[in-house]
């Protein structure tokens, strides 16, 4: 049982990090579409700023 419930909560922490992901590459999209000012990555915290070029990149692709 302790197995099983460690495989499930595997899972539900895969199905999150696949939210975000998806959450992620909408509001790079957002943003491209807003025509944000360049100043604005500036003060985004790094992590975030690599998620965005991250997310930015899959759509790329995505529509090509």
Sequence with gaps: DAIAANISRAEQ???????CRTHGV??????????VPVSAPIVVPQGL???????????ESDDA
């Design 13 to 19: 922490k895969k199905r999150s990090r696949i939210v």
């Design 26 to 35: 909408g509001s790079a999209h957002h943003a491209r579409s807003d025509r």
């Design 49 to 59: 700023a690599l998620l965005l070029v991250d997310a930015t990149t899959q759509t």
